[in-house]
């Protein structure tokens, strides 16, 4: 009695599984790739996160391969996710994206809806940036309308002039390597949200440099701050320059995160000619902090 429940079963549940279509997770070089598929095949979902976990990037497309969802993920400086469901047919039917900062007030979720085709059918979000409040999804505006008979006039109001939008460029450091980094920060326009200075980060923490605005657009710190990152070591051992990637994210449509992430310490070739002319065994007569060979745009 029971092998026959157990086979009704699993053939009640066999087209169930069909239908929701296939997972596959691949280990690569580069990291850990999660692929959903369609039920005919193609490939729905493409989640891709490096080997240390830390940033990865999440897409969504259509059957003919059309990108429909493309959003940067990480798990340091705060989180940015992405949050996927699916319809019968293999295709996503939800996508839920949210990001924030590891300290302060700004935060961001958004959620998009499609058909079983890859159709965008709805869109709403919610969030906090440094300028104003996102409204939260079903809020709306209505203008009051001042009644009038049929002989009077409408009150014109003035024209208001539209003013520009600030977009909002973050800058955080991340130091993933063991060693302490000596970070000195010169900004080519410095204010109060984007001082000067010199900074000690420890192996493991995070810095935020501080924000600027450029008008309506985002550009990148390369060209807003010239930044050097070294490592502090004393004058009896080899200088060495940090190696680093730059990772960025869209908090939300006005606000823009850049990641500089120090992934380890590499000496340059002058360093090796200095070091073969160095006398062996020769020690210096007492140790001494030295900044040098820095890593700078």
């Known amino acids: 009695m029971r092998a026959s429940l157990l086979l009704v079963l699993l053939l009640l549940s066999g087209p169930v599984l069909r239908a929701q279509g296939r997972v596959r997770t691949i280990e690569t070089d580069s990291g850990r790739v999660v692929l959903h598929h369609f039920t005919t095949g193609q490939v729905s979902t493409r989640e891709w996160t490096d080997k240390d976990g830390r940033f990865g990037r999440s897409l969504a497309y259509k059957r003919d391969g059309t990108v429909i969802v493309d959003h940067h993920t990480r798990r340091i400086a705060g989180h940015a996710s992405v949050h996927f469901e699916y319809h019968p047919n293999g295709a996503v039917s939800r996508s839920e994206f949210s990001d924030a900062p590891d300290a302060g007030i700004q935060w961001y979720r958004s959620t998009t809806t499609f058909d079983d085709q890859g159709n965008r059918t709805g869109f709403s979000e919610q969030g906090h940036d440094d300028l104003h409040v996102i409204p939260h999804p079903g809020t709306t505006f209505t203008a009051p309308v001042e009644p009038f008979g049929p002989t009077e006039e409408p009150v014109r109001e003035p024209e208001v002039a539209i003013c520009q939008k600030l977009f909002v460029n973050e800058v955080f450091v991340v130091n993933s390597t063991r060693e302490t980094a000596v970070i000195r920060c010169t900004p080519k326009h410095p204010s109060p949200a984007l001082p000067a200075g010199e900074h000690l980060l420890t192996g493991g923490d995070t810095l935020r440099l501080g924000s600027y605005t450029i008008g309506e657009r ?27 990637r730059t990772h960025q994210a869209d908090r939300s449509k006005e606000h823009r995160t850049y990641t500089l992430e120090i992934t380890g310490w590499t000496l340059t070739a002058k360093d090796h000619v200095e070091a073969q002319g160095t006398t062996e065994g020769a020690k210096p007569d007492r140790p001494v902090r030295r900044w040098w060979k820095p890593w700078t745009w």
């Open 218 to 244: 985002f550009i990148g710190p390369e060209e807003q701050l010239e930044l050097r990152v070294m490592e502090a070591m004393y004058l009896n051992q080899m200088p060495r320059e940090a190696v680093m």
